[in-house]
């Protein structure tokens, strides 16, 4: 059994930064790749960051590429989501999804459907 538990979320200004972080527990995080995903009040869950299970292939929603960083510390058994430039429309509840598949080094699932594990969520609100 995977928990997730995602933390860093807050009310921001239009312009601030963030950084989320979740942390694993379980012997399968260094060879799952992680995501984060987001869901707005009213909206689908949609996907923002993806990071291979070795840390080195990323993949990012257009809507946040150049404003966030997906990450992973597997010592840490942590995946972190640096946002900056944050907008109001980035205000959604976050969530962190692991992927326990036996997949390639470089994969990064871009669709929830792919995740086994997920975290209970960090709201995350852009406001001025």
């Known amino acids: 059994q995977v928990q997730l538990v995602e933390s860093g979320g807050g009310l921001v200004q239009p312009g601030d930064s963030l950084r989320l972080s979740c942390v694993a527990s379980?012997?399968?995080?260094?060879?799952?790749?992680m995501g984060w995903f987001r869901q707005a009040p009213g909206k689908e869950r949609e996907f923002v960051a993806a990071?291979?299970?070795?840390?080195?292939?990323?993949a990012y929603a257009d809507s946040v590429k150049g404003r966030f960083t997906i990450s992973r510390d597997n010592a840490k058994k942590t995946v972190y989501l640096q946002m900056v430039s944050l907008k109001p429309e980035d205000t959604a509840v976050y969530y962190c999804?692991?992927?326990?598949?036996?997949?390639?080094?470089?994969?990064?699932?871009?669709?929830?459907?792919?995740?086994?594990?997920w975290g209970q969520g960090t709201q995350v609100t852009v406001s001025s």
């Open positions: 999804a692991g992927d326990a598949g036996d997949v390639g080094y470089y994969y990064t699932p871009l669709s929830g459907h792919e995740y086994d594990y």
């Open positions: 379980g012997r399968t995080f260094s060879r799952s790749p």
């Open positions: 990071i291979s299970w070795s840390g080195g292939y990323t």
